[in-house]
């Protein structure tokens, strides 16, 4: 009879322990946390693309005081938010960034106005009938979404090697 030599099972059982512990984790914890992770990314690179309002130089000084009294500007970068829960339908988590401010639609996406008409807090006429949008969430969403599985799995092989032992 053939003699097939001698087997350690030592590093197979340590394998199966290893599933094990695997198996306990909380998924479902751990894609809220990738999920978060996500979204602060997005908060993040949405608040830098989001344009600050400023006082434009040609104006004088009576309707600076008048119009733009204790003015400050940032106002849209500063009202970013991110909703706190984590919501999951069947495999997917959705997380809500949002901004309540009520011109926030017209910075995004862009807005008609009135060719003449004139502006008192600017002191001059309307020129172009539209004004272009700046897109800042719809942009930081594509960069997000192309830099998503790069960070996922960079997540997922942390959550393993500490499961796993590995240093």
């Not at 197979?12 to 695997?22: M, T, Y």
């Not at 999951?88 to 008609?112: A, D, L, Q, W």
Request: hydrophobic share 35%; aromatic share 10%.
């Amino acid at each position: 009879m053939a003699k097939w030599g001698k087997v350690d099972y030592r590093e197979l059982k340590k394998l199966r322990d290893n599933l094990e512990k695997l198996q306990k984790v909380d998924m479902d914890a751990l894609c809220t946390e990738m999920s978060k992770a996500l979204a602060s990314r997005l908060l993040r690179r949405v608040k830098e693309r989001t344009p600050v309002g400023v006082i434009p130089e040609w104006i004088d000084d009576k309707t600076k005081e008048k119009y733009w009294e204790g003015y400050e500007g940032s106002t849209l970068k500063k009202a970013w938010k991110v909703k706190p829960t984590v919501t999951k339908h069947g495999v997917v988590y959705e997380i809500e960034i949002y901004n309540p401010m009520e011109y926030t639609s017209y910075v995004e996406y862009g807005h008609r106005q009135e060719v003449g008409r004139f502006v008192p807090q600017i002191g001059r006429k309307l020129k172009n009938g539209w004004t272009e949008g700046k897109f800042m969430l719809k942009i930081s969403e594509q960069e997000v979404q192309s830099l998503a599985p790069k960070l996922l799995e960079k997540m997922l092989y942390e959550k393993l090697k500490e499961v796993f032992d590995v240093k």
